[in-house]
Each structure stands twice: as C-alpha cells, then as structure tokens.
C-alpha cells in the first residue's frame, strides 16, 4: 500500500494508464488473430464454406472446452500471492487442462462429434466435415491456454505485465507464419489452414510464458512472504468455481449462436459473416476486456475508486467513438472487402451489422470495472448470476428470432448479444455497489484497505 502524496492526491491516472496499456496491447493483439484468419480463409478454395465451419462450429465448440480454464488469469492474478499458493494453484491448473484435452478430443475425434454438431447444433450438412478436420487441429488449444493464462496471472501480480504484450507477439508471429505458409502454398483447406494457426499460436505463447516466468517465480515468488490464511483448496474452490462455471455459460451462447443463425433467413451467409464481424467487435471490446485485472491489482490502493471509475468512463467513450468511425467513413468497406475479403453482398451485411452491435464495447468496459470490484470483494458467485442472466436472456431472444424467422440471422445474433450484454451489465452494476460502498468508506476513514480479503 502507498503511503505520502498518494493517499491525498488519489491514485494518479497515468498509472492506472501504465498498469492497462500493456494488457490492452496483449488483448488488441489477439483480437486481431480472428480477422487474420478470417481474411486468409476467405482468400482460399471454398471460402464461404470454410468460413462458416470456424465460425458456427471451430471456434465456438473450442471456446466451450477452454471455458473453465479462462478464469485462470484473474485467479491468479487475485491469488498467487506466495509460494505455496502458486504451488496449490499450478496443481489445478494442471489437472484442469489434463481433462478440458482429453475433453477435446472426444470430441474431434470420436462419434461424439456428430452427435454435436449435426444433433445439437444442427449445423448445414456442407459444413460438418471440414469442421471436423478444423476441430482436430485445434486440440493444443486448452491446454496450453491454460498453462498461459495461470502464468501470466503470476506476472501480472508481481508487476511484469509488460512481459504478457511480448507473449503476445510470439503468439502472432507464430500464429502468421502457419497462415503466410498455409496462404502461398494453396495446398491445405483454409479450415486446416486456420486452425493449425490457431493452436500453433497459443503453444508458442506458452513456451515462451514458461520462460519469462521462471525468474519471476525464482527471485519473487518464493521469497514472497505470505499475506494472510495460506490458501486452501475449499477457499479456492469457493472462488473459483463460480467462476469456471461463469466462462462455461457464457461460452455456451456460442453453439446457441450458431444453432440459431443456422435456422433463420441467409443462414449460410451469416455464419460466414458471423466470425469476421465478431473479430472487429472483439478487438474494440478487448481494450474495455484488459480492464479487468487493472481493477482487481489497483483497486486496494489509496483513493482508488474515483479515478478507476473516470478511467472507465474515458475508455467506454474512446471505444465507442472508435467504431462510430469505423462504420461511418470508408474503414469498414476496406476492413470487410480489402482486408477480410468478403465479397460486396457479405461485406455489406457485415458493415450493416455493426450498427447493432455499436454498444457492446463500451459495455464490457464497463463490465470489467463492475465485475473486478465484485472480484475484489470476492463475491464471485454474483458474476455466475450475471452470466445466467445473460445466458437466458440470450436463449429466449435467439428463440424468438427463430421462431419470427423474418429478420436476417446476423443481424438478430448481433442484436441479441448487444441486449444480453447489457442486462449483464445492469446485474454487474447492482451487485458492485455495496463492495464499492465499503472502499469509499475505507477511503473516507483509514484509507484504502482490502475488502473481504486480498485481491
């Protein structure tokens, strides 16, 4: 805790910048992996295709398996506070991403698979088998997503958040490689081509976190004195597995997505525009995503709350701002055609669809600063009640599109995510305010101190 000039004048802006831009950076990053693969895939035979067997059932269906292992990074960033809690933690991780690919590949390589995609999700028949073949590529997925996120928690909470933009880098060049390689030789379909980037990328960026985290957990980690009760496995399950479930649902409107759009009007064309529009959208929505952790590491300091909440707002400002621009000047047109490679008639159902979609980055900043004080206080079981929320609400609108049928498939699955996002939102927003209650009162009495434990 800061002692002096900070506990009067707050915790400045700029270091709340400095904590968040390399984070932002790592997640502005990686949200332009999915548009790089998009544009090589619709740059190669059959894109259309291809394209929708990554959107409507590669991708999904491995974010699913991911799902209990997302949650990882802010555990550990909240968690790994000695020796013995990192040792605790590392033995979960572990055992997790053990099951989650052994998960996957009963998946992608049993009968299992059929059952899935054409019972469940009901994708269009032209479609199932090339996903397949992407599906198997991607079995390095979990696994080494989650050695990666367990790690980078470490760094972030010994103060190497830095480190996690170089990660990133590795993670790209790698993933560019396979795509530059897959794209000169024409001789692999784009779907195998994708995902070989895909899981070629996260299994560089977890060599490379296994060795800058090495000295980190050398020189800082075991000599880090222990703050508080050691960890024990029922405390962290407690808060963890609120959490774990939290990823699991909201993953699970995925398949519900693509299940959806593939029995609404141009089912074809909206699974294939799906992932290229959802991968603008979720570079946008990163920066307000890379908030989360800067919440949970700077929210014990001295007069915390007020300027995290004027950070917030000036983000959720920047970021609509950013796509307000990029839909009306020629940005889009050269995103979707130049760059992704969508014909005229999908570049448009795509250009049109991000009107819809023009709340949802300023919404998950916002989430980020609700959802890191609900971490804080260690209230997690309020995030799992917001998923729900907007698991249901995404269930029943998706129905009621369906069962309509008129209206696009796009722009209902854009139009859905903006609404359950924003209920989402709401719950986060009700729920936060009591742990933010309590910081302003430590604040207006003895400072900042920690709520319901250290984050």
């Known amino acids: 805790m800061h002692k002096g000039s900070d506990e009067v004048q707050g915790l400045p802006l700029s270091r709340v910048f400095h904590a968040w831009w390399p984070l932002a950076a790592s997640w502005f990053l990686i949200g332009v992996e999915q548009p790089a693969v998009t544009a090589v895939i619709a740059r190669l035979a059959e894109p259309e295709i291809n394209l929708a067997a990554f959107g409507g059932v590669v991708f999904p269906l491995s974010l699913i398996v991911e799902a209990p ?27 997790s991403a053990a099951a989650l690919s052994l998960l996957h590949f009963l998946v992608a390589f049993t009968p299992l698979y059929y059952l899935v995609v054409r019972g469940l999700i009901g994708v269009p028949e032209a479609i199932v088998e090339p996903a397949r073949i992407g599906l198997m590529a991607m079995l390095p997925w979990s696994g080494s997503i989650a050695y990666r996120r367990f790690n980078q928690g470490v760094l972030i909470r010994f103060g190497h958040s830095r480190a996690i933009s170089v990660g990133t880098v590795v993670r790209l060049s790698a993933n560019f490689l396979v795509l530059g390689i897959g794209y000169a030789l024409r001789a692999s379909p784009g779907i195998l081509v994708g995902a070989g980037a895909l899981s070629a990328g996260v299994v560089a960026e977890a060599l490379y976190v296994r060795i800058v985290v090495r000295p980190v957990l050398r020189e800082q980690v075991k000599s880090a004195p222990q703050v508080g009760d050691a960890l024990h496995l029922r405390a962290f399950l407690e808060f963890y597995i609120p959490l774990a479930l939290t990823s699991l649902l909201f993953m699970l409107a995925q398949p519900l997505g693509s299940a959806a759009l593939s029995r609404m009007p141009q089912a074809l064309e909206s699974l294939a525009v ?24 700077l929210l014990d300091r001295p007069r915390a709350v007020h300027s995290l909440r004027r950070f917030t707002l000036l983000l959720a400002l920047v970021v609509t701002g950013l796509l307000l621009l990029i839909i009306v000047t020629p940005f889009s047109t050269l995103w979707f055609q130049r ?46 009640q917001a998923v729900l929320l907007y698991l249901a609400v995404t269930s029943a609108l998706l129905a009621l599109g369906v069962y309509w049928g008129k209206a696009t498939g796009l722009y209902v699955g854009i139009a859905v995510m903006s609404a359950s996002m924003a209920v989402q939102t709401a719950w986060l927003w009700q729920r936060s305010r009591p742990v933010f209650s309590a910081l302003l009162a430590n604040e207006a009495g003895s400072g900042a101190n920690h709520v319901g434990g250290t984050a």
Request: proline fraction near 4%; charged fraction near 15%.
């Open 339 to 384: 760059f992704s490679g969508l014909p005229v008639d999908l570049a448009e159902l795509a250009r049109t669809s991000l009107w819809i979609g023009l709340p949802l980055p300023a919404l998950s900043a916002l989430q980020s600063w609700f959802q890191g004080a609900i971490l804080f206080g260690r209230k997690t079981r309020a995030v799992t």
């Open 274 to 297: 799906w992932p290229v529009v959802s991968g603008l959208l979720f570079i946008l929505r990163s920066m307000g995503v890379a908030y989360n952790e800067v919440v949970l590491a």
């Open 69 to 95: 292992i997302i949650m990882l990074l802010a555990a550990s960033t909240a968690l790994s506070r000695d020796w013995s809690a990192y040792q605790k933690l590392r033995r979960y991780m572990l055992a």
